[in-house]
């Protein structure tokens, strides 16, 4: 068999692998509060609350759009017409035209670009989020979390751009089968490691002083036979105003970090029920869930991307000669657009049934629906939160259950309550 139909048997392996492990794995048969259930949790949502929130969302629907837009169109203007192989060539010419050049500066040129053509939005956004008093950072310190993420967006862009491109260079007929391991390795690595090395470069971390809260968080993790190493408080109040938690490393290296904006805003049993959830990720394991889920798509992503080039009108439109050559990198950026068009939804929509699974774990775990009920309306109006957002925007952007869905979660089925 030809490396191609080799690509194409492992493109559906991998397909067919996604599939099963999203059905087997993915908590679908998770109850969903009915509409009237939803409907009661409403009307428990004070109107300023909702109303504020919507019109949050209001202000922030141009930016949201507007950045989806321009992910979308620049990297189609540079794959699917001869632009991005220009530039590449253009920017490898004091180079020689050497393939490794072209892959690193032109790559990350290509790059540079669209986050480039992104930060007006982020602009917008923060703006907007000042207005409401939704983010306490001034333009410096927003200017300096926009160079952090540039660089270590370069740096795994580097590192993904002189691996991939390497590959494609020295085993042409084969690179989708060392790309696709080494896509899913990547994956792995940034659910685990990632976190841990890049959580200190925008936040400074505290133990949380030893209390009866401290010990609380502790006690519940112990009942979820969780080992946590520590408690951790982050300093976010340095740039939001808003509410979180989360638990990151695993086994010896788990940790609880909370928000100090969360200890400041919410009394001992919300901050409990948030923990509580987070705990309810780290025992259902679902980072690593993310990470299996992810891994198998990338990989299905690079193979995908291989049999892309096999479509010679596409090649010629980009003015290129092969998918696998770095002035093609607008055109595996324009399909990787395209492919997240499709993949960001259906990621959201595996998301939100997880997080409803945490909230289920977080509700036993405390035994206090009406604690976890005042944390979401809480949470709601310090985050703004749209409680019900439109249909549309909940499918293509939400990654959790709205707060009424929540609340209608905490109720449990009418005529419990
Ligand atoms: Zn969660």
Known sequence: MTPTRWALVALVALGILLTVAAIALVP????????????AALADVPAGVASRGRALRAALRPSSYGSLLVGLVVPLLLGFTPAGARIVA?????????????????????????????LPFSAWRHTVLRDHGLSSQDWGGWAAD????????????????????????????????????????LVVLLSFVFPVLVEPVFNTFTPMPAGPLRDELLTMAARDG????????????????????????????????????????????????????ELGHAKDRDTELGALLGAIGAAAAVVALYLLGEWGALLGRAGVSSIGSPNA???????????????GPLQNLVSRRVEARADQHALGLTGDSAVFAAMQLRLAELNITDVHPPRIEYLLFATHPDTVERLATARGPSGSS
Not at 147 to 161: C, D, P, T, W
Not at 164 to 185: D, E, K, N, R, S
């Open 329 to 343: 990198i607008g055109l595996a950026l324009a399909a990787a657009a395209v492919a997240g068009l499709v993949g």
């Open 226 to 277: 969780l080992a946590v190493r520590d408690v951790l408080v982050a300093d976010a109040s340095r740039r939001t105003t808003g509410l979180n938690a989360y638990v990151s490393g695993l086994g010896r290296t788990r940790r609880i970090v909370v928000y100090d904006t969360l200890l400041r805003e919410a009394p001992p049993g919300e901050v409990r029920s948030v923990v509580a959830h």
């Open 90 to 118: 253009w920017v490898g010419q004091p180079f020689g035209g050497h393939w490794l050049a072209e892959a690193l500066v032109g790559g990350l040129v290509i790059l540079a670009m669209l986050w480039l053509v992104a």
């Open 146 to 185: 926009q160079l952090k993420g540039g660089a270590v967006g370069a740096v795994i862009g580097a590192v993904v751009l002189g691996g991939f491109y390497t590959l494609t260079h020295f085993a042409p007929g084969w690179w989708w089968a060392f790309g696709a391991v080494g896509a899913a390795a």
């Open 28 to 39: 679908w048969r998770l109850p969903r509060p009915s509409r009237a259930d939803q409907a």
